[in-house]
């Protein structure tokens, strides 16, 4: 995931992903042009920091409204309520749709079970790599509104269907 971030953004807002954000080297113009929002108050002392609940996503200050090209996003809950919610705020983030479609990348991580309902929301589709999450029961995957470039190869972890 990581990977894919740094080929692909330059000024990013992570969605409930700290742990992608404070992978990114911290003396990398990635990591200074980007924001991590988030509630968790541990991660205040980072200048990246935006307090961010997905339940408000009116809340996320006019200031950087528009301001990123590229949205990583990973909800803590995947019912379609959330994820319209997480919706909203990637809208706002990214550069004005243009012709109906966002003009910024997206990058999202949910259940297999929600590929129709992402793509419908946030016209993405599934990427061929799938995190292997071993103790859980249901298969996650990434999925983006691009040909993704470091996520196109099947994750030798997950065995075939």
Not at 111 to 124: C, D, H, I, Q, T
């Amino acid at each position: 995931m990581v990977k894919e971030v740094t080929a692909e953004a330059k000024k990013c807002a992570f969605l409930s992903t700290p742990s992608v954000y404070f992978s990114l080297p911290k003396d990398s113009k990635l990591r200074s042009n980007s924001k991590v929002f988030d509630l968790d108050p541990r991660f205040k002392k980072d200048p990246g920091f935006v307090e961010y609940n997905f339940n408000e996503p009116s809340k996320i200050p006019k200031e950087l409204h528009h301001q990123f090209d590229y949205v990583v996003i990973d909800p803590p809950f995947v019912v379609e309520k959330v994820l319209a919610l997480y919706a909203q705020a990637a809208e706002m983030l990214l550069p004005e749709k243009k012709e109906g479609t966002h003009s910024g990348k997206i990058l999202i991580s949910t259940l297999v079970e929600n590929a129709e309902m992402v793509k419908k929301l946030y016209g993405v589709a599934p990427c061929k790599f799938q995190p292997s999450i071993p103790k859980l029961v249901y298969q996650y995957n990434f999925y983006t509104n691009y040909a993704a470039t470091q996520l196109g190869e099947k994750n030798p972890e997950i065995p075939d269907a």
